[in-house]
Each structure stands twice: as structure tokens, then as C-alpha cells.
T-cell receptor, first 114, second 111 residues
Framework: EPEVTQTPSHQVTQMGQEVILRCVPISNHLYFYWYRQILGQKVEFLVSFYNNEISEKSEIFDDQFSVERPDGSNFTLKIRSTKLEDSAMYFC????????????FGSGTRLTVV | GDSVTQMEGPVTLSEEAFLTINCTYTATGYPSLFWYVQYPGEGLQLLLKATKADDKGSNKGFEATYRKETTSFHLEKGSVQVSDSAVYFCALSQAGTALIFGKGTTLSVSS
């Protein structure tokens, strides 16, 4: 069964450093998403991406965040200057159609900012 | 704004026990409702969904009914197994937009 692959599974970074979280969506999917879950809190929507541009983003997705599909295969989330409160599990997802019906999620990247 | 509230966990049950995980929502309009499951070390998997009032979603012995009058979508299973141990997330989506999740409920089943 096709999978969404996320790397790394765990990343530790120093406050103020840039991090890039990587995702390989399912090959025939057209819509891509990032969600995050701070420990003990809700899974929160960050951003959706379609046709090489952001289609929707939440209040969390401020100027410190950016997304890119650099090579038609990978889908990345960059945090420019990490803060302690960015520590969370970050989930990537993809879907054929827009919306929730056909999301496939990756296993997540646990980001720890120290 | 729209929101989802789940019962606090963890829920600890013996094998073959009956499971209920409560979920209520606040939303304008008529959202679609979902249950996702996360097994240890894995991603979020869609367990079941319902798109309109009185719909019943079901999968792998789990069921949930979309109750508009009580704004609820409680997850039930008649007889849980050790392999059902996981984190369960209730979620809603309006008109194909981003999923809004609850906090998740950890289920632990012992033999």
C-alpha cells in the first residue's frame, strides 16, 4: 500500500537554528498538507499546498514557516529560526482530491528544540 | 470557530470489553466527521467517517453515528482486542477544508 514517508523521524535542534522537515507524498496525489501536534495537545493544521502554491494556511503558519516542493517528489516544511515552542510532532499528509476524504498521513517527525 | 472535544484518556480495558470514546463537536453548518487512529510508531490512519446526520461509519468492528441533535460522534466497539491499543482522534472538516482534530484518546487493552 502506498505510503507517505517522512524524514527524519526525530530531530533535535538548537533554538534559533533553521530546520527542514522532509516528506515524500504518494506519487499520484495532488494535495499536500502539514499538521503538528504539541505534546498533550491537539493535532493542528498548518498549511495545504496545491499546484505549487499554498492553498490554505492557519494562524500558526507565520513568516517563520515556509513550504516547498523542490523537485516534484519531496515536500518540505522549513522553520527559519526555531523557538522552544516549535517542539512538536509534525505530520505530513497527501491526498488525490482536496479535503479530508482521502488523506494519507506519514508517521511524523518529532522535532525537539533545545 | 469550529472545535472537537474528546474524552480524556487514557482508557484502560481488558480484552473483549466494550469500548466507548466520547466525541462532541462545535461547528457551523454540517461538517463531515472522522475517527483517525494512530498505532505506536505509525502515522494517522482514517478509521471511519460520516458525512451527514444519522450516518453510521464503521470499520474493523468500530462504529460511530453522526448525531446532529447532540453534536456527537462517539466511537464504539463491542469487544476490544490487544491490537486495538492506539491513540484515537476525532476530527471534523467543513466542505473539504482542513481537518480539525480533538486532542486524542489513548486506549490500552490488556489480555
Amino acid at each position: 500500500e502506498p505510503e507517505v514517508t517522512q524524514t527524519p523521524s526525530h530531530q533535535v535542534t538548537q533554538m534559533g537554528q533553521e530546520v527542514i522537515l522532509r516528506c515524500v507524498p504518494i506519487s499520484n496525489h495532488l494535495y499536500f498538507y502539514w499538521y503538528r501536534q504539541i505534546l498533550g495537545q491537539k493535532v493542528e493544521f498548518l498549511v495545504s499546498f496545491y499546484n505549487n502554491e499554498i492553498s490554505e494556511k492557519s494562524e500558526i503558519f507565520d513568516d517563520q514557516f515556509s513550504v516547498e516542493r523542490p523537485d516534484g517528489s519531496n515536500f518540505t516544511l522549513k522553520i527559519r529560526s526555531t523557538k522552544l515552542e516549535d517542539s512538536a510532532m509534525y505530520f505530513c499528509a497527501s491526498s488525490v482530491l482536496q479535503g479530508a476524504y482521502g488523506y494519507t498521513f506519514g508517521s511524523g517527525t518529532r522535532l525537539t528544540v533545545v | 470557530g469550529d472545535s472537537v472535544t474528546q474524552m480524556e484518556g487514557p482508557v484502560t480495558l481488558s480484552e473483549e470489553a466494550f469500548l466507548t470514546i466520547n466525541c462532541t463537536y462545535t461547528a457551523t453548518g454540517y461538517p463531515s466527521l472522522f475517527w483517525y487512529v494512530q498505532y505506536p510508531g505509525e502515522g494517522l490512519q482514517l478509521l471511519l467517517k460520516a458525512t451527514k446526520a444519522d450516518d453510521k461509519g464503521s470499520n474493523k468492528g468500530f462504529e460511530a453515528t453522526y448525531r446532529k441533535e447532540t453534536t456527537s460522534f462517539h466511537l464504539e466497539k463491542g469487544s476490544v482486542q490487544v491490537s486495538d491499543s492506539a491513540v484515537y482522534f476525532c476530527a471534523l472538516s467543513q466542505a473539504g477544508t482542513a481537518l480539525i482534530f480533538g486532542k486524542g484518546t489513548t486506549l490500552s487493552v490488556s489480555s
